[in-house]
């Protein structure tokens, strides 16, 4: 059986690493509620692109979708919330640590 940690970890990096995810988390974050604001602030994403992630992201409980039509809203659920301010910690850390001294050999993990 897999440690909780572990489970917790495996569940993020999927997250992680699905395209787009963490933009739109960002976006969301940064207050563009509604599709069209979400597309024009993600470069290269298409429609249908963004309409499957939406739904994968409310299906997964990450976002809220309210109203119909065009007056459809997306917001982060507490869970959104959260991963947005790990989305953020990992950003610093990139910024941080991108040029430093965790890209040196010496300190990279070999294994």
Do not use: C
């Amino acid at each position: 059986m897999k440690s909780s940690i572990l489970q917790g970890y495996e569940y993020i990096q999927s997250l992680l690493r699905s395209k787009w995810v963490p933009e739109i988390i960002e976006g969301l974050s940064d207050g563009h509620n509604r599709f069209s604001l979400l597309k024009r602030n993600i470069d290269q994403i298409g429609d249908t692109e963004l309409k499957r992630k939406l739904k994968y992201l409310v299906d997964a409980g990450v976002v809220d979708k309210t109203g119909l039509g065009h007056q459809v809203r997306y917001s982060l659920t507490p869970f959104g919330m959260e991963l947005d301010h790990l989305f953020s910690h990992i950003r610093d850390i990139g910024h941080r640590y991108h040029d430093g001294v965790a890209s040196s050999p010496t300190t990279m993990d070999p294994y």
